[in-house]
């Protein structure tokens, strides 16, 4: 884009330069320094453009940013998210000689006032809020502006994988490699030796960010023991609902993605390497391509890797949308073009894999945890973390929180300190009552679960689980019953269907539950009697799907369920026994009625219901009909006095 | 209609002409790309890549239909998306949907007479932090509660209309319609 062919070689150079350090002296110092962005020649305006922003309206306002720094002497540039999400849209400005100042709910109308800033150094009442300053040596701060690193959000996050997202633009390998990127791969193909890089991330004790929590060295040293050629694959296929960080880290700082994927081939001494992506994430896999092209030119990927006899050659694979997929030999079929069904295992992948090659297959966030393992060594990284939960993980916040978005954390924190210090709690007025972590596959953890430390033994030990890090607020406006059925139907849907305990389980796992949440004038027949029969029967049903599924998908598929019975037991009993949501959520046990002395029968009501279940003359109290009722809750929307109630 | 079938089956034979000597994992990137070019994959598409592939047609619709990308049947010039991830269900997507399958008479999965609204559910859209979101098109719509409904697509409507329906989706300004 910006690169002509000249700059191109120079940059490849200097690259090289950099990692190899060969060069050296004030030149590379300065082209580190130029490109780190530690200070600016002339002002610039970086935009929060990851997907969450550009949909939070970032787009429009890039758009008009560029109308507006056309011809002038400003740079706009497009990073990735910095995590934030409840704050979007991002824009951070920095002029010459002073720190980077970030700003939060940037709008469309802010773009002057950015500007004048950007150009002028002017403050303004006019401009968007601050969000903080970054802390710089050697460039002089702002007065009275906050620190970003002592916002609450930030704070007590410790970022080494999210380290450089929303700093770093994602399509400039350039300034990847100035802040790092890369020089642990450089060093690793200098020394060649394979071996002793699997037993740096096995003393590190790295495992898989991905959901099952496997050692990642010890994966490795499995596929070492079968004859090659090996195959390498990248699992980016970031199904479970609520989990957004493979595609924040791929959009924000793809380099690392990349290096932590060839240290991880080169490991395995894979010389093919697949990257196994979403297609519902276009942005990322944008970012992804430019940045293995950008690798390529540089030699970092391809053939002759830095001069040495390596060779990497990657490939994307775009994913079709299926939650299976996350399973290794899923994923393997479907990359092979079949239907994404698991195999029993043994044979397992390390053994015979992608077209019966050992094949290895880590997640996204693995892979952007090895830079930085190596690059601290194992045993400082390993020093983060507890037990046999070592090193940082990073969470997608969301839900009933203040603050949402992307969080990284040591493992072995209290999961309090993520909700409530960095996510600042469930909003005013309300009460914290689940959170669920770990997807389709993790469970609900009640108020008490709070204090639980966040790894893998311990989320496992409470009915939940780490997954892919999920993790979803709820308060007392949400109903467990309806979470319980929300991730059954998901589930239900996305079962392969090849073994039975699964696909037929989860369905009767589904239908009791919606027997649960079914009121009484749609039940016919037996529907009573069944509806007790299923609720005696659920947690034996459970236990048969863990028992004999096939693959983790189904074994795990009661999870959700099971922890809502576990800790949320009162709750289903209100359901079953009084037919009642305490959440006010399940709309079949909803009784709705119109208050006579608010009512002004001016009849919004009488239209907005789908059912014809108002009746009533104009100017007159209005009625409901509690068999027609569908508890839908339009009347209510509708209502101009209030006078709609739900018992 | 005749002419139409054949006008597809002719961009079908290009794509599979880039893709000759292709094996069976070139399937699901053929399936992508023709989808990509068509909006949907017809019959004839699935019997072209069955016969390029030397396949049996039965295990390309098995797996076409396997993955949820895949659609069946055209899109509506507004295909409108819902989030249904875990944060938008908490927050209350489920009676979004049910406001938008009122609004537009449909479920999810169908499109309208009119051809303008297709509506299809979207196990995340990755945008938990802005929940509930529903996707017009190109168009993000953040925190959208089932109130805003009728508004939301009545605006597409007003826009088809000025446009004599028109058969691409234009950007409308979210912040305005979600003040």
């Known amino acids: ?647 | 209609m005749a002419q139409h079938t054949l006008a597809r089956a002719s961009s079908v034979e290009n794509i599979l002409a880039r893709h000759s000597g292709a094996g069976r994992d070139h399937l699901i990137p053929l399936l992508q790309e023709i989808q990509e070019a068509e909006g949907f994959l017809s019959r004839v598409a699935l019997r072209l890549v069955a016969a390029h592939l030397h396949l049996p047609e039965s295990k390309v619709y098995g797996v076409a239909t396997f993955y949820n990308q895949f659609r069946f049947q055209a899109r509506g010039s507004f295909p409108i998306a819902v989030c249904r991830g875990t944060a938008c269900h908490v927050k209350g997507s489920a009676s979004v949907l049910a406001a938008l399958e009122r609004e537009l008479r449909i479920a999810a999965g169908g499109t309208t007479r009119d051809g303008l609204f297709s509506l299809e559910v979207v196990a995340c859209i990755g945008a938990c932090g802005l929940a509930p979101v529903i996707a017009v098109g190109d168009d993000y719509h953040a925190g959208v509660t089932p109130s805003q409904v009728p508004g939301i697509v009545d605006r597409y409507r007003r826009q088809a209309q000025e446009q004599g329906r028109a058969l691409e989706p234009v950007a409308v300004d979210a912040e305005e319609m979600l003040a």
């Open chain 1, 1 to 647: 884009m910006k690169d002509a062919t000249g700059r191109q070689q120079v940059g490849r150079l200097l690259v090289q330069e950099a990692l190899l350090g060969t060069g050296g002296g004030l030149a590379l110092q300065d082209w580190r320094r130029r490109h780190r962005r530690e200070d600016v020649q002339r002002p610039v305006i970086l935009v929060g453009a990851g997907t969450c922003g550009l949909s939070a309206g970032a787009d429009k306002l890039l758009a008009r940013l560029r109308d507006a720094c056309a011809g002038k002497d400003v740079d706009l540039v497009e990073v990735g998210c910095i995590g934030l999400c409840s704050e979007e849209p991002l824009v951070d400005v920095q002029r010459p000689g002073r720190c980077r100042v970030g700003f939060r709910q940037v709008g469309a109308g802010h773009v002057e006032a950015l500007l004048a800033l950007a150009l002028e150094g002017r403050w303004s009442d006019v401009l968007p809020p601050v969000l903080g300053q970054f802390r710089q040596e050697g460039l002089a701060p702002w007065e009275d502006q906050p620190w970003l690193d002592e916002h609450a959000f930030f704070a007590p996050q410790t970022r080494l994988v999210l380290a450089d997202c929303g700093l770093v633009d994602p399509d400039s390998i350039e300034e990847a490699v100035a802040r790092g990127s890369w020089s642990a791969f450089a060093r690793l193909v200098k020394q060649h030796a394979p071996e002793r890089v699997v037993a740096e991330v096995e003393e590190a004790g790295l495992r898989g960010r991905g959901g099952g929590g496997f050692p990642t060295g010890r994966k490795w040293r499995l596929a070492r023991e079968h004859a090659g050629p090996r195959v390498f694959i990248c699992n980016a296929d970031e199904g479970d609902p609520g989990a957004f960080m493979d595609r924040a880290v791929i959009e924000g700082d793809p380099h690392r993605v990349l290096e932590g994927l060839a240290i991880a081939a080169h490991a395995i001494e894979a010389e093919e390497a697949w990257i196994y992506i979403r297609a519902e994430y276009p942005l990322a896999i944008r970012r992804l391509e430019r940045a293995i092209a950008q690798a390529r030119d540089c030699g970092l990927l391809g053939e002759r890797i830095l001069g040495s006899g390596m060779r990497i050659d990657v490939r994307l694979k775009r994913g079709a949308g299926a939650f299976v997929c996350g399973e290794e030999t899923a994923l393997i079929h479907s990359i092979e073009g079949r239907r994404g069904m698991p195999r029993p295992r043994p044979p397992y992948p390390v053994e015979q894999g992608l077209f019966g090659r050992p094949t290895v297959i880590n997640n996204v966030e693995t892979l952007a945890n090895l830079p930085a393992l190596f690059r601290l060594g194992a045993k400082a990284w390993r020093a983060l973390g507890a037990g046999e939960s070592r090193g940082t993980k990073v969470f997608a916040l969301s839900g009933r929180v203040r603050r949402t978005g992307l969080v990284e954390v040591a493992m072995g924190a209290p999961l309090r300190l993520i909700v409530e210090e960095i996510g600042g709690g469930v909003p005013e007025g309300h009460r914290f009552k689940a959170a669920q972590i770990g997807g389709p596959s993790g469970g609900c953890l009640p108020a008490k679960g709070l204090d639980l430390p966040v790894d893998y033994e311990s989320l496992r030990g409470a009915g939940a689980m780490m997954g892919s890090g999920g993790l979803v607020v709820m308060d007392e406006r949400t109903c467990m019953v309806d979470v319980a059925r929300f991730f059954m139907d998901f589930i239900q849907k996305e079962s392969c269907g090849k073994c039975i305990p699964c696909r037929e389980g989860t369905r009767q796992l589904l239908a009791i539950l919606d027997g649960m949440s079914r009121g009484r004038r749609r039940e016919e027949g037996h529907g009573a009697l069944e509806r007790f029969q299923g609720v005696m029967g659920l947690e034996r049903l459970a236990g048969v799907i863990q028992d004999a599924s096939l693959c983790g998908l189904g074994q795990s598929a009661p999870n959700p369920v099971l922890s809502v019975l576990r800790h949320f037991r009162a709750e289903v009993e209100t359901h079953v026994y009084e037919r009642r949501c305490p959440a006010r959520v399940c709309p079949d046990l909803l009784l709705f009625r119109i208050e006579e002395e608010l009512c002004t029968g001016c009849t919004a009501c009488v239209k907005a219901c789908p059912a014809g279940a108002i009746v009533g003359s104009r100017k007159a109290p209005h009625h409901i009909i509690a068999e027609s009722c569908t508890g839908c809750g339009s009347c209510q929307l509708r209502c101009p006095k209030g006078a709609i109630q739900v018992d």
